[in-house]
């Protein structure tokens, strides 16, 4: 089992450091390439959506981030303590329509959806969690 | 983790934007600038290689999406070359591929 953790604060600069941690995290639980590149592009999705949406505006409030495997899964918990957001009221994107016809929000949410096989979201007492699930594909060494 | 963008004159209304990199919440105000730049110009063909590009993320996307828009509106067009399979895979996951023209090389392109 291979547990990583870190504690970020609510700027987007910190990106760099996170990006280096799941890469860390990838290679240590031996995953894919390709696995690596999903959980890189969830945890993005999420980190950038509390940082830009969560507060008022950037700081030194911190974002808790975990990434663990066991055995055939991998699970990414992101708890903050910004604004809550309805995960049921985000407007899906119509991906049917044209580019240039595309709007501009919405995106981040719908790839996370995409990439990860579980996705937990909860609110209390001032506190978000949000919970991602991704089942492994065994990777030969 | 950084993007770099260089951007090749190719013929008078045409620019080449290569990208290298990852294009991603950090990084996207570079090419946000740089491609206001070029709508602020005579430009209105704009090529984007992503040959080195090797990463990108929702909030390249939208600038991407907001330069088609753009573009569009002054009658010009945005092509695509040399995608890696990885930033393939997040076009092809908000399907917008078979929007998107996509070029093997320069020469492909029509100038008025």
Request: aromatic share 8%; glycine share 6%; no cysteine.
């Amino acid at each position: 089992m291979v547990v990583k953790k870190i504690s970020l604060k609510n700027q987007l600069s910190e990106l760099n450091i996170l990006v280096d941690l799941v890469y860390e995290f990838g290679n240590e639980a031996h995953l894919s390439s390709e696995t690596i590149f999903d959980i890189r592009l969830a945890t993005e999705e999420v980190f950038a959506n509390v940082v830009s949406h969560g507060y008022k505006s950037p700081g030194d409030q911190l974002i808790h981030i975990t990434f663990e495997n066991s055995g055939d899964d991998m699970s990414i918990i992101i708890i903050d303590s910004g604004k809550p957001f309805d995960i049921e009221k985000v407007e899906k994107p119509d991906i049917n329509l044209p580019m240039e016809k595309r709007k501009i929000g919405g995106l981040g949410l719908f790839l996370i959806y995409e990439l990860m096989d579980e996705v937990i979201y909860n609110s209390t007492a001032g506190k978000n969690t949000m919970v991602f699930k991704k089942q492994l594909k065994s990777h030969n060494h | 983790m950084e993007l770099n963008i260089t951007i090749n004159e190719y013929k008078n209304s045409m620019k080449e934007v290569q990208l290298s990199g990852s294009l991603d919440s950090n990084s996207y105000q570079q090419l946000d600038n740089e491609i206001k730049n070029l709508l602020e110009s005579a430009i209105h063909i704009i090529v984007l290689n992503m040959k080195d590009l090797e990463y990108i993320s929702s909030a390249g996307i939208r600038v991407i999406v907001k330069t088609q828009k753009a573009l569009k509106l002054k009658n010009g067009g945005l092509y695509f070359m040399n995608l890696k399979p990885q930033v393939k895979k997040v076009f092809e996951i908000i399907n917008v591929l078979p929007f998107m023209q996509i070029i093997d090389n320069l020469d492909e392109i029509d100038l008025p």
